[in-house]
């Protein structure tokens, strides 16, 4: 079974919405990386959480950590077309340096 | 400072073809993973090195996959001989005693 879900896989929003992306584990998480990749560019590293109940802010991007260090949330405030692109969450699962990633959240924005 | 770079940016071969990627880590990041990018998988690890040491290869799909790293600063990925199945976007990333993976612009990867 998929140790790591992402929901939704898509989402549309319009300019000035708030959204949220989902990641959740089988596994307890030793830490969760939260990416943002554009069509066919790199990923971008956004903000990293280890403790449970961790909650981390960038700009108009807040990410969390729930006390049992299985889900996290991703939260953008009044989205902007900039913010569009493929949002991946990856996880330490305590297996060295590895991260698995969930399949990938497309967000995209409408004017 | 530069990130991890990557070449070339898109390869286009045809089957049967030997392929090789290749990267360079940010400078002084001791672990560096090879990443495949792909609509049905998502994205996989394939391979990745300590302080220049192949640790996991479990993600190595076939032995037509090879993967090295001379020296600190530069590695290689190499498909041979490559197969239409194997079109994907091949990613580099290194990163510092287990922190953060930084991820290089990817390889475009298309076998005809």
């Known amino acids: ?111 | 400072d530069a990130g991890v770079i990557q070449s070339p940016r898109h390869e286009v071969t045809e089957m049967g073809q030997e392929v090789t990627l290749r990267c360079k880590p940010i400078s002084g990041h001791n672990s560096l993973f090879w990443y495949r990018q792909t609509m049905m998988r998502g994205l996989e690890l394939l391979i990745y090195f300590n302080n220049n040491v192949p640790i996991d290869d479990s993600g190595m799909p076939e032995d037509r996959f090879s993967a090295k790293m001379p020296n600190a600063s530069f590695s290689t990925l190499k498909i041979q001989p490559s197969e239409p199945r194997d079109s994907a976007v091949y990613f580099c990333a290194s990163s510092f005693l287990g922190d953060t993976q930084y991820f290089g612009p990817g390889t475009r990867l298309t076998v005809l």
């Open chain 1, 1 to 111: 079974s998929q140790e790591l879900e992402q929901s939704p896989q898509s989402l549309i929003v319009q300019e000035g919405k708030n959204l949220t992306i989902n990641c959740t584990s089988s596994k307890t998480l030793y830490g969760l990386y939260w990416y943002k990749q554009k069509y066919g560019e790199g990923l971008i590293f956004l903000m990293m959480l280890q403790k449970g109940g961790e909650e981390k802010s960038h700009e108009k991007i807040t990410a969390k950590l729930d006390e049992k260090k299985q889900q996290s949330s991703l939260h953008i405030t009044a989205s902007q077309p900039s913010h569009a692109g493929i949002y991946l969450c990856g996880a330490d699962t305590g297996t060295a340096s590895k991260l698995t990633f969930g399949t990938g959240t497309r967000l995209q924005v409408t004017l």
